[in-house]
């Protein structure tokens, strides 16, 4: 009887669950159907003049400029919304906040990365790197360090070494197009080792302080070790180009928050008719027909319906390094070889798809300090319970100061060239070789920190040896592969100098006694590791073999389809990208506009004032940032970075902003009414069917089960 009842209970269950498994299935099969019956019915505009992939930096700042006149419709797709606010806070804590809530990766948006010398990390996101390039709107500024750093001026002139006019010259309007940096002039170290007028824009929405919002004790000794090293005083890095030594420019706000690019360009732009940005869809097949890219196949990650839109000027791919040859392969352009390897038809033999990628090389060298570190300043229970939290010390850029030389092997290489090619950046912090690349600020011991060090990040901008992005499969849902390549003999020989010079300035009398170099393999050729950024993989150039977009950033051989992002960039440098991709970016809004204006002359706008549907809907987005003020205001002189990233969290899910989030979507009510009445009707029908069948599997009397 016992064995009779259990059996029954278990085909009971089991009838119960498929019940309920079916009736999910065919209500969220109701809710696709009626959220693409809502997209097709909602009179949208399935094509615009221009598509941009990719809501990231170069995304956001593309948005902005081709939708400025009002002349042409713009459709943004990114994979996430609108960042949450906590992410315009001062660097150390929004950092924290990210390690904490890892908001960044998708599905077939992870990347597993080899490097030497480390074992490979199944995944670039935030739980195993400690960071990734992020997909809410503003892209990977928004998990920026905030260093403002531009390219050698002669690095910028190599770009177009094949043609083209990329240079310096070119590129300097760009840059202060973006640029809002007159400030710069009244800052502490320009006006104490500067003259004249600092080499910024001043009318830009990109913010560059006047001073860092806090710089730490140790910044100071450093800058002196490095002078005693023979490195010259500098007012400003980026007016100033040689060897020498400063503290570092940022892209903070004046309240010492961080700027990212959603801020920047994207909030400025929300409200305009002609533009539509398009969150939770990830694009994973360009559309070609005949040689012309004419659309965007999509998929929107929330209701896991596949979509195409049509552009009627051009396709513009903002995608990132990684992600932009990733799109290109998966729709046919790419090695003949490796398209068909994976069994994918070619639709344009480009072999420099996923190639040359060039990204600095580092190695962090520390020494053990007396002097209260970054470590120590956190609170408990990051900091020893001991120490007592400096919540100013949360607004530091980490790589507080910059130290610049070119070395014996450059020189040798090339005699008349200039420009630095080593950088050796201070952190008042140790930072633990663990992994690569390497983890944030704060976790590369367990907590709390004990090693109290300062580190010198010894970095190699021009590396022969390069890496690049693969792909294993077809399939959107597969995620890429990054492989850095080895240093060469020629890179271990400039590793080696680097290293020396470090020793050098880090083991200077010039820090507070005593120091003692920390021995944990750090400066060993083999413990170089490249950072979160490249470029490269789609670089600019003539030759089809070598290069994938010519110097108008316009794929070869397939028209209609541009590329603009850090991918296009063919030079390695010691810096971080955002200047760069600013610039470019800038640049190339003027030349796609240029090229469409005869097109539009007279024209009136386009505008896609159609019914938007759910996931077309505009974005909204936090406008303010969350300063230091408002955290202190919160917990005192002494709140701990634990209580900071708290708030923060508090702050993320308040109601204003969970509109925004990813997850959050907000059917319009014709959808709504719409998915109620076919799930009453499918969920009446699969009752009556349940019921038959119930009563099959277990005989009459049975239907109390599902009751
Ligand atoms: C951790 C970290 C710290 C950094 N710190 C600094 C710094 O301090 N200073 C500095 O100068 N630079 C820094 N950088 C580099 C800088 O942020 C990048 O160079 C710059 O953001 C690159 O811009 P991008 O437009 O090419 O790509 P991203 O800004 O990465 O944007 C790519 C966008 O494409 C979207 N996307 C990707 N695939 C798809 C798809 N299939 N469909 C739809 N959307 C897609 C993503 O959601 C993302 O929003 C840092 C980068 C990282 C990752």
Known sequence: ???????????????????????????????????????????????????????????????????????HSVLLLNVAGAPPKAYSSPVIVSDEFIMKSNMTASEGLEVRINQPGYKPVPKFSTTETGSSPARWLGGSTLVQLTLYLRDHPELLDTWSAE????????????????ENGASRADSKEWLSAGSGTPDYGNKGPWHIAKDPAYVHPLTEQFLKAAEAAGFPRLGDLNTQQGKGVAITPVSQHSDGTKMNSYDAYMLPAMDRPNLVVQHESRADRLIVQDGICTGVA????????????????????????????????????????????????????????????????????????????????MGSPISPSHSKAVPESFQSAVLEGTARFRSSVA??????????????????????????????????????LTTNAYTLLVTLGETEAKGS????????????????????????????????????????????????????????????TAVYDGRGTCRMGNDQLTSVVNFNLEVHGVERLRIVDGSVIPQGSPYLAVPEVLALTERAADLILHKHAHEL??????????????????????????????????????????????????????PGLAETAEETERPSVAIIAGCCLGVIMLTAFVKVLVTSFSKKVNGPGSESLLA
């Open 163 to 178: 043609g083209g006019d990329w240079n310096w010259e070119k590129l300097r309007q760009y840059f202060h197009r973006a």
């Open 298 to 377: 999509y998929r929107h990650l929330g209701y896991r319906t596949d979509h195409v839109v049509k552009a009627k000027r051009e396709v513009i791919l903002s995608s990132g390094y990684i992600y932009t040859p990733r799109l290109l392969f998966l729709s046919g352009i790419g090695s003949q070889q490796e398209l068909e390897a994976v069994g994918l038809p070619v639709v344009q033999n480009l072999p420099a798809v996923g190639k040359n990628l060039t990204a600095a090389r580092f190695t962090p060298m520390a020494w053990h300090t007396r002097e209260p570190s970054l470590s120590q300043m």
């Open 411 to 448: 020189k040798r290489e090339n005699p008349r060239a200039e420009r630095p090619d080593v950088v050796m950046h201070f952190m008042p912090l140790y930072y633990a070789p663990k992994s690569a690349p390497i983890q944030y600020s704060l976790q590369g011991e367990s907590w709390p």
């Open 1 to 71: 009887m016992l064995v009779s009842n259990a059996l029954l209970c278990r085909s009971g269950s089991a009838v119960q669950f498929s019940v309920f498994a079916v009736m999910a299935a065919i209500g969220k099969c109701t809710v696709i159907m009626c959220a693409m019956l809502g997209v097709a019915a909602g009179v949208k505009k399935d094509e615009y003049d221009f598509v941009i992939v990719g809501g990231g930096l170069a995304g956001t700042v593309l948005a902005n400029r081709l939708s400025e006149s009002g002349t």
């Open 601 to 654: 002359h007279g024209a009136l706008a386009e505008h896609t004032t159609g019914h938007e549907s759910s996931h077309q809907r505009k974005q909204t987005g936090p406008a303010a940032t969350v300063p230091l003020s408002a955290l202190i205001a919160s917990f005192g002189s002494h709140t701990t970075l634990t209580q900071a990233v708290s708030h923060l969290k508090f702050i993320n899910s308040a």
């Open 469 to 528: 992005v693969s792909f294993q499969s077809g399939a959107p849902d597969v995620s890429p592969v990054v492989t850095h390549d080895p240093l060469t003999a020629r890179d271990k020989e400039v590793a080696a100098e680097a290293v020396r010079l470090a020793r050098k300035v880090g083991g200077s009398s010039q820090f507070a006694q005593p120091t003692q170099f920390v021995e944990n393999n750090a400066g060993d050729a083999d413990m170089f």
